[in-house]
């Protein structure tokens, strides 16, 4: 069946996806599930979709209300599909695309950016990328105080707890896979 958009204004529409195993696009059924719980937080929010691989996330907030999503990846192929799936839809107005690794980069926005009050990370499981990016990200200034940041990790995979600005708010377990709820306490 492939990648498609769950709900929202463009509900059904099938998404670009690389082929093989370079990125795993987060299943319908947790997309599904992380969205309906973000429900109420959705309308007018302005998204950050780090490690975007897709855009899916981003792409199914803008598609639920969301007023502006921004999308981050370092792979150059992953920032063509989400070109792709972003053109497809017709989102070009309301979305920024930005090649940078944050595990590696503090991020910076101008040009009338506005600032992220919910987080998507999906990073590839089990590489210890999770803390160097909250890191990087509390850093970088985007976020409003109270962002909410999901992240999907491996079971195995725990969350940092020195890193302070973050406060988790809940988490759900869906097979191996766990969603993360954190507040930005800062």
């Known amino acids: 069946m492939g990648l498609r958009i769950i709900s929202g204004k463009f509900k059904g529409k099938r998404l670009f996806s ?50 502006f999503a921004i999308f981050m990846d370092s792979d150059k192929d992953a920032l063509s599909v989400i070109e792709k799936n972003i053109a497809a839809c017709k989102l070009q107005g309301r979305i920024k695309i930005i090649r940078a690794d944050i595990t590696k980069n503090n991020i910076a926005l101008n040009n009338g950016v506005p600032s992220v009050n919910l987080v998507f990370m999906d990073p590839p499981y089990n590489k210890n990328l999770i803390k160097p990016a909250l ?30 600005e973050y406060k988790i708010s809940d988490q759900r377990r869906y097979g191996k896979t766990i969603v993360s709820f954190l507040n930005y306490m800062v």
């Open 18 to 67: 690389l082929k093989g195993v370079k990125i795993r696009p987060t299943a319908d059924r947790i997309r599904e599930n992380i969205f309906n719980i973000l429900a109420p937080r959705i309308p007018d929010s302005v998204v950050l979709d780090l490690f975007a691989g897709t855009g899916a996330l981003g792409i199914e907030a803008l598609s639920r209300g969301a007023s």
């Open 135 to 164: 890191i990087n990200l509390s850093a970088s200034r985007l976020l409003q105080k109270n962002a909410l940041i999901i992240i999907e990790h491996a079971l195995t995979e725990t969350l940092p707890e020195d890193v302070l």
